[in-house]
């Protein structure tokens, strides 16, 4: 498939052309539209591996008792979650997402779950974060950079927000490694997820758009650039399940 | 897959499912859950184990329930980021259920079967919660580092196979039968003659009993008036 360039006054929406300036609020009807039932579809979607990614990503974050982590775009907060144990009483974790609806939702099944002490909520666009500076010993962003408008302005941004020594990991969906798995790649994200997406959560549309808008998130090695771009050091990325997703991790020092 | 994500949400889900169980159980008994007591203790505490049937560490973080992260990767490592709530230890997973015995500690130390830096008293006290809960450290991986996982994975997988060809399949015929069968959407013309001659036929009865009833009243009358 051709994919759409975008100017300075345009931006990609999936696969449309789309004034800059519309883009986030086009983002934002897609979150509104599946917040409900997004922890389902991530389950259907991805017959339940994007919970071993994260776990993934859980692992590499190295967070430890006492640290302040940001979990950005954390919508319905799965990796926050797991870090409001890790750091413990004397720990805080900033659940951030830009989409109120997703933040509601996250809060809630938060709060069901007992998580209350030391987790805040925050409505924040990634790449105006509003954070002091130095201020995170991590920040993770699972499945939302490729919805961030301007890529550059969100890595830097945390990069500010990062305390000297701090890493940033951000898990995305990326380019698969393998030839004959992103042809079977391909077929499921164009014809199958929309298809899902229908039944499960009558919403066609917004599916559609993820899977284009996974086609037009840089790739592996481009991310890469981005992050050494924005300052970030011993950058590196690791692919899962054949590079269809890769976590990429980047140190502030 | 990210195979080693798989043994420590195996493992998180299997240790967090039998403490539940017997806080269930305990409460219906109308007892104190003994958990909570070892569980308290260890809140914002961390054992990290570096057991002979794997080959990366495993890091146990406790807190209203337990997390099972991967790594560190090396011993080494682990020691060198120790802090007052972590607790290392390198050893074989037979040897875990003997740490609350201190006694047992010092023989394993000694024999060199065990390798602790930190805090003795997480591992202590971890060793504890999952004695007073039944948890068997050694079953609990051996179900996801033996070949019984592999099979039981791929056993699963032909399962689901199997079953969405079966449904491909059953939906497939279903959609077949919807195709060719014919369903009529008008009554049928014998259909329609049949009924028109039973509706002769109730017309005839009515008819008939309509004169019975005229014949009788006729007769009543002429017995009246004689």
Redesign the interface.
């Known amino acids: 498939m051709t994919e759409p360039v975008a100017n300075s006054e345009t931006t990609h929406f999936g696969y449309k052309q789309v004034a800059t300036e519309d883009k986030e609020s086009m983002v934002a009807d897609v979150f509104h539209s599946v917040a409900a039932k997004y922890d389902v579809m991530n389950d259907v979607m991805s017959l339940g591996?994007h919970?071993?990614?994260k776990?993934?990503t859980?692992?590499?974050s190295?967070v430890?008792?006492g640290q302040r982590v940001l979990d950005l775009a954390g919508g319905t907060g799965d990796l926050t979650a797991?870090f409001s144990?890790?750091v413990?009483?004397?720990g805080q974790v900033v659940l951030a997402d830009i989409n109120l609806s997703m933040l509601k939702v996250g809060r809630d099944k938060l709060r069901n779950k007992?998580l209350v002490r030391n987790i805040e909520y925050v409505q924040a666009n990634a790449e105006d974060l509003p954070f002091p500076d130095n201020h995170f010993d991590v920040v993770t962003m699972a499945f939302g950079l490729r919805n961030v408008t301007n890529k550059d302005n969100a890595l830097a941004s945390i990069y500010r927000v990062l305390k000297p020594g701090g890493r940033l990991l951000v898990l995305e969906f990326s380019k698969p490694v393998v030839p004959m798995l992103s042809k079977i790649y391909d077929a499921y994200s164009f014809y199958i997820l929309p298809n899902m997406g229908q039944l499960v959560a009558n919403d066609r549309e917004s599916y559609q758009y993820l899977a284009e808008s996974i086609r037009m998130h840089p790739d592996q090695d481009t991310l890469k650039s981005m992050f050494d771009d924005a300052g970030f050091e011993q950058t590196r990325y690791d692919n899962?399940?054949g590079g269809i997703v890769a976590l990429h991790r980047g140190y502030k020092f | 897959?990210?195979a080693?994500?798989?043994l420590?949400?195996g493992m998180e889900a299997a240790i967090n499912g039998v403490l539940r169980s017997h806080r269930k159980k305990q409460q219906r008994k109308n007892q104190q859950p003994n958990t909570q007591p070892s569980l308290e203790k260890l809140?914002?505490k961390?054992l990290t184990l570096f057991l002979d049937v794997l080959n990366t560490g495993i890091t146990l973080?406790f807190?209203?329930?337990v997390?099972v992260?991967?790594?560190p990767a090396t011993f080494e490592e682990a020691k060198n980021?120790i802090?007052a709530?972590t607790c290392v230890i390198q050893t074989k997973v037979g040897a875990l259920s003997a740490l609350s015995d201190t006694s047992q500690i010092t023989r394993l130390i000694q024999q060199g079967d065990l390798n602790l830096v930190g805090d003795l008293s997480i591992a202590q006290s971890a060793s504890e919660l999952f004695a007073s809960n039944n948890i068997d450290f050694e079953e609990v991986l051996a179900s996801y580092t033996s070949d019984v996982f592999a099979h039981s994975v791929f056993g699963l997988v032909k399962k689901f196979h199997s079953k969405v060809v079966k449904t491909a399949d059953a939906l497939a015929w279903q959609a077949a039968e919807l195709v060719t069968e014919e369903r009529p959407i008008a009554a049928r013309k014998q259909g329609v003659t049949g009924l028109g001659m039973q509706i002769s036929a109730l017309r005839d009865d009515v008819d008939r009993l309509e004169a019975k009833i005229s014949l009788a009243e006729h007769q009543f009358s002429s017995r009246q008036t004689t």
């Open positions: 591996i919970r071993l990614w776990r993934y859980i692992d590499c190295g430890r008792n797991s144990r890790l413990g009483n004397k007992g899962l399940t | 897959m990210p080693l994500q798989l420590t949400a809140t914002n961390r973080a807190s209203e329930k997390v992260i991967a790594g980021a802090d709530d």
